[in-house]
């Protein structure tokens, strides 16, 4: 993803890193630490901690995804 694209509330997937293939919601973009360049996205991954993950390792989900353990299929 770019920066333009993201924004809080957004439905991610993490493509990358520890916590790939984890869903979640962004709950803010920017700085956090690092002084005036942006980190990135500090997305809430439904655990105990919030994760902070570069744009480039996040992937839009639609917006109602199934729940995990769920799938859809034709009958």
């Known amino acids: 993803m770019k920066w333009d694209e993201l924004k809080p509330g957004l439905p991610v997937r ?3 890193g520890y ?6 919601k962004v709950l803010a973009v920017g700085t956090f630490e690092g002084g005036p ?3 990135g996205a500090l997305v809430d991954i439904l ?3 919030l994760v902070i993950v570069g744009p480039e390792a996040l992937e ?3 917006e109602y995804p199934l729940l ?3 799938e ?3 009958v």
């Open 47 to 49: 655990e105990p901690l």
């Open 19 to 24: 916590h790939a293939g984890k869903t979640g």
């Open 37 to 39: 360049y942006r980190i």
């Open 68 to 70: 995990p353990g769920w």
């Open 72 to 74: 859809e299929f034709e």
């Open 14 to 16: 993490i493509t990358a």
């Open 60 to 62: 839009e989900l639609p």
